[in-house]
């Protein structure tokens, strides 16, 4: 499967956003997917993860209450809702495909990425 992120911009602190990640192929609905973020000079991150059905989502503490991760496979897509959005969520965010694990190396397929910044 193919992904494209999108969805990223530049907002206020307290702000929303949304990412999205689109899907290609006919197995995306058969994988779990999960969202990450690599900072400037940092490690990439686990964010978020949701199993292929939705049925169960998995968050990182950091963002736990003001992330939610969600799932349409009717429409091979893929969500990401960022509230309450700090100047510490600030990074690249990308969608991957093939697991829940906070391991990155778990993951078989990514998204090109998309750039978040929260402005103080």
């Known amino acids: 499967v193919q992904l494209q992120a999108s969805g990223g911009g530049l907002v206020q602190a307290g702000g929303s956003l949304r990412l999205s990640c689109a899907a290609s192929g006919r197995t995306f609905s058969s994988r779990a997917m999960g969202w990450f973020r690599q900072a400037s000079g940092k490690e990439r991150d686990f964010i978020a993860a949701v199993t292929h059905d939705g049925g169960r989502t998995y968050y990182a503490d950091s963002v736990r209450g003001r992330f939610t991760i969600s799932r349409d496979n009717a429409k091979n897509t893929g969500y990401q809702q960022m509230n309450t959005l700090k100047p510490e969520d600030s990074a690249v965010y990308y969608c991957?495909?093939?697991?829940?694990?906070?391991?990155?190396?778990?993951?078989?397929?990514w998204g090109q990425g998309t750039q978040v910044t929260v402005s103080s």
């Open positions: 991957a495909a093939g697991s829940t694990s906070l391991n990155p190396k778990a993951y078989y397929s």
